[in-house]
């Protein structure tokens, strides 16, 4: 039995004709480029960055992936997650309608925004959500001088 979903309102026919066109293009030349692992990791984990006064937050969406499975680093103004999402068992004899869920390895790397205290960084993650604090170093914290 073939199931069509759309994730779209119901729109003027020519209009689905159109949205289904694409996504058919994107079925064909997307899974001939699955095979390359950049296509696979290069927007995962997708992430969110936000600068504040004294530091800057990464929200990294982990989910289905456990704390025990990612390793964060820092190196040469760059931080970098890197981890696995293991792939969940399937009853024998069953057989994908759709599968969409991506596992396996990745990594994704980001340019650090200003200096950081290194030794003061915190990962913290709760109900699939990464989140990692950058405190600013003290040399580039906004001050004010005082006129002698």
Known sequence: MLVRVRNYPATNPWLNDIVDFDRNIQN?????FETFPVSRTRHYPRFDLAEYENESVIIAEMPGVRK???????????????????????P????????????????RSIELPHAIEAD??????????????????????PREIRIK
């Open 28 to 32: 064909v030349f997307g899974d001939m």
């Open 68 to 90: 025990d499975d990612l390793k964060i680093s820092i190196e040469n103004g760059y931080l970098t997650i890197s981890g696995e999402r293991k792939p969940y068992d399937m």
């Open 92 to 107: 024998e004899g069953s057989n994908w309608i759709r599968n969409e869920i991506r596992t396996g390895k990745f990594t």
């Open 120 to 141: 003061k960084i915190s990962a913290e993650m709760k109900d699939g959500i990464l989140r990692i604090e950058l405190p600013k170093a003290e040399t580039i914290k």
